[in-house]
């Protein structure tokens, strides 16, 4: 069992480029999560996507987009590239209906903004 | 507003000695608590996890409390070792349905041998 993975694992880009994030949850999970973490602090939730839908979503502006494909894949798309999206970027994945409690991270993606 | 807190972000420990990380919540509501370990260049690490209707749970070498009159959390390592070197976030079930975790802004501990 790979565990959640993530691609790729760090990305420079320039400000006002798009970048398009990937994430294979765990093996039997149906859902997926993705938070920013900025250095020095905790991951903040961007959204979460169940059944191929945006289930719950965070505080962030609509350039954060995401996709969840029929396999439970899931993408996260940011569009006009702020500094401030630098960061790194964790998928979540996890089993509805458990609340979480068998949620698991992957490695994120450092994204990088200049 | 929607927060989960450390009171320390960073914690100096012996090798050996038990290491206390604490944590204080906001919502009153919240049902479920997950203590998470998140060393350089990984993602957090689940080490355990506890719910509202309890108080206390342990692990291997790792305890949790949960005193919700007070709405503070704990993290009990015991015999610390230098492996333990890393960043421990509390975070908090946004809700009951397996939405969004909030975390706290993480403790680090430094082990020394």
């Known amino acids: 069992d790979a565990g959640v993975t993530q691609s790729p694992t760090h990305l420079i880009k320039t400000r006002g480029q798009q970048v398009t994030l990937r994430c294979s949850p765990k093996s039997g999970h149906d859902t997926v999560s993705w938070y920013q973490q900025a250095l020095g602090q905790g991951p903040q939730f961007i959204f979460q996507y169940y059944e191929e839908e945006e289930r719950q979503r965070g505080n962030f502006p609509d350039r954060f987009s995401g996709h969840q494909f029929p396999n439970y894949s899931s993408e996260l798309n940011v569009n006009a590239l702020l500094l401030g999206d630098s960061a790194l970027y964790l998928c979540a994945s996890s089993l509805l209906g458990t609340g979480n409690t068998e949620a698991f991270f992957g490695q994120g993606t450092r994204l990088t903004v200049v | ?113």
Request: charged share 20%; glycine share 10%.
């Open chain 2, 1 to 113: 507003g929607e927060s989960v807190g450390l009171h320390l972000p960073t914690l100096s420990v012996q090798e050996g000695d038990n290491s206390i990380i604490n944590c204080a919540y906001s919502n009153s509501a919240s049902d479920y608590f997950i203590w998470y370990k998140q060393e350089s260049g990984k993602g957090p690490q689940f080490i355990i996890d506890i719910r509202s209707n309890m108080d206390k749970r342990q692990g291997q070498r790792v305890t949790v409390l949960l005193n919700k009159t007070v709405k503070h959390l704990s993290l009990q390592i015991a015999a610390t070792q230098p492996g333990d070197s890393a960043v421990y976030f509390c975070a908090e079930n946004g809700d009951n349905q397996g939405g969004k975790l909030i975390f706290g802004q993480g403790t680090e501990l430094s082990v020394k041998p």
